[in-house]
């Protein structure tokens, strides 16, 4: 099994890498969160936490930047129905921080936010995953729960302005990288500013 790779990218998509590894060409699909955290800088190093999918057809790797995406990648495809490309379109419709969040708290309507994920799905994730992330929390990297409910009031507050919610959750995840714990009036004003440059 292939747990971990070092190498350099030879090319990049949002969803996938090419990593050169001692000479020898990986392709590597990533998630969106993956891909937001790989060096500008193609002639560095990167490493990556990977999980090889073995299927009957084709041998297939995936990325992650962090042990804990991986962990929760794992976590997803346990669940019946949801496969490593399901899993990897999931995590990369949200922050893994707010991931663990909704399924802690129950939140299916954040759930079935994320694309592709319908009720039936979403039902199943909270049912089967609500436990196993309470003991999977003390390994993760989370962001503060308060950060949570402010992110999603603010990009709740743009998508009522008018702004695509794809959009807004981008300006907010900008900004949020930028300022600790800001108030949700700060939050929403430097969002807008950047929405409207």
């Known amino acids: 099994m292939i747990g971990y790779l070092t190498g350099k990218i030879i090319s990049k998509k949002p969803t996938q890498i090419l990593l050169d590894v001692n000479g020898v060409g990986y392709i590597v699909n990533i998630t969106i969160s993956t ?4 060096s500008k800088n193609s002639s560095e190093k990167v490493s990556l936490f990977t999980y090889l999918s073995v299927r009957e057809d084709a041998l297939v790797l995936f990325g992650f930047s962090t042990q804990s995406e ?3 990648f794992e976590l997803l495809i346990s669940v019946n129905g949801v496969g490593p490309k399901s899993a ?7 922050q893994i921080d707010e991931l663990h969040t909704a399924l802690r708290n129950n ?6 936010a994320i694309p592709g994920i319908g009720k039936k799905t979403g039902e199943r994730l909270l049912i089967e995953l609500r436990d196993k992330v309470e003991k999977l929390s ?5 962001s503060h729960d308060i950060n949570y409910a402010i992110k999603n009031d603010a990009i709740l507050a743009l998508s009522q302005l008018g702004y695509n919610s794809k959009t807004a959750e981008k300006a907010v995840r900008t900004i949020l990288a930028d300022i600790e714990n800001p108030s949700l009036e700060i939050l929403v004003k430097k969002s807008l500013s950047l929405l409207n440059k």
């Open 107 to 112: 939140d299916l309507s954040r759930i079935i």
């Open 70 to 72: 991986k962990d929760m």
């Open 88 to 94: 990897q379109s999931i995590l990369s419709g949200i």
């Open 138 to 142: 003390d390994s993760f990297e989370f």
């Open 35 to 38: 891909f937001e955290s790989l």
